[in-house]
């Protein structure tokens, strides 16, 4: 494992990380407190120091189960989490599966959250938090910003930033918020499929001249850069993944097929993927979807194995830049995400 820290700041994470959602929110199976304690334990084992949970995963479940994972460790890891929804006055609508519940991000809210965190986490102090699905509202609400630089100087919680999402992410939001705020970080989607708007907001940051950095998930196109998948893969019941279109899936496979050049002796497709997000030195930390011991040793392994030539890099985005040859409906996004010149 190699680590890397955030510029211009005391805050050291793993390059590879684990997320929590995946023993948490029950969209990637379900996980006995047993089985998900395990799977924290040998992340830690094999390096991993940084571990990002939320508040709404599972209603405060993923913040539980890294106290109890961790309860004489929390110098030796990083934690992350993220605030804004209202789990606890919609929580029981979770049911509704990925759907979102409302948001709170008035002052109050923020401050109870976080206390509410730290009594779960069981800790003093939170190393990463973030905002969690932010809107543009918030981008330029004062009052949320002074709230986290009161819970700083409180020392509730070291460092801030924002979580983006639920789709592929909001683009404008981040892009602005990168130019307005000082945010140490920004977690968005970002992978060799689903490039737009990762690497608008990365490249904003460079433009802005800012020292924020960015913690990747959905590192692997939700599966599909792991390159296990055929035209057959049937997904459980309880697996998100199995009620997105078939077309999906078809397109997929045939993308991955073509960028099986990755794969050598002691690179699988799935380290390959992580390696071409560490390439860019703007990018802290990836959070691949971990469920499984033989997954999270390969992911684990990712960043000693053979690194991606310039060839490969030149290749990867001749293939992007044409759809891979594949014509398919344009994406439907959330959010503000027309990529014009500015955030470009």
């Not at 050291?12 to 948490?24: I, L, N, Y």
């Amino acid at each position: 494992m190699k680590y890397r820290t955030y510029k211009n700041t005391d805050l050291t994470v793993s390059e590879v990380g684990f997320g929590m959602w995946t023993v948490s929110t029950g969209w990637w199976g379900n996980f006995t407190e047993g089985e998900a304690i395990a799977l924290m334990h040998k992340a830690f084992d094999l390096g991993i120091t940084l571990f990002d949970a939320a508040d709404t995963y599972g209603n405060g479940l993923s913040e539980e189960l890294l106290a109890k994972a961790f309860p004489t460790r929390r110098d030796d890891i990083v934690i992350a989490t993220k605030i804004g929804y209202d789990f606890v006055n919609f929580g029981n609508e979770r049911g509704r599966g990925q759907r979102e519940i409302p948001h709170d991000f008035s002052p109050e809210a923020l401050t109870r959250a976080t206390d509410n965190a730290l009594k779960r986490l069981k800790t003093d102090r939170i190393d990463l938090m973030q905002l969690h699905n932010i809107r543009m509202e918030q981008v330029y609400d004062d009052a949320i910003w002074t709230t986290l630089d009161q819970l700083k100087q409180q020392g509730k919680i070291r460092h801030a930033g924002i979580a983006l999402g639920p789709a592929i992410g909001w683009l404008y939001e981040g892009v602005n918020c990168i130019r307005e705020r000082n945010v140490t970080s920004v977690q968005h989607i970002y992978n060799m499929l689903e490039q737009h708007p990762g690497r608008a907001m990365q490249d904003a940051a460079t433009k802005a001249r800012k020292d924020t950095m960015f913690l990747i998930r959905v590192t692997h196109s939700s599966g599909m850069l792991e390159g296990h998948y055929t035209p057959d893969t049937i997904f459980p019941e309880n697996d998100h993944r199995r009620h997105r279109p078939r077309s999906w899936l078809i397109n997929g496979c045939k993308k991955i097929e073509q960028l099986r050049f990755l794969e050598n002796a002691e690179r699988t497709l799935g380290r390959a993927a992580l390696q071409w997000l560490l390439a860019d030195e703007r990018v802290a930390s990836t959070l691949p979807n971990i469920y499984d011991d033989k997954q999270l040793v390969e992911f684990a392994k990712a960043p000693d194995c053979p690194s991606l030539t310039q060839d490969d890099f030149a290749r990867i985005a001749k293939l992007h830049a044409r759809n891979f040859g594949i014509e398919e409906e344009p994406p439907k996004f959330k959010g503000t995400m027309e990529l014009q010149g500015a955030a470009a």
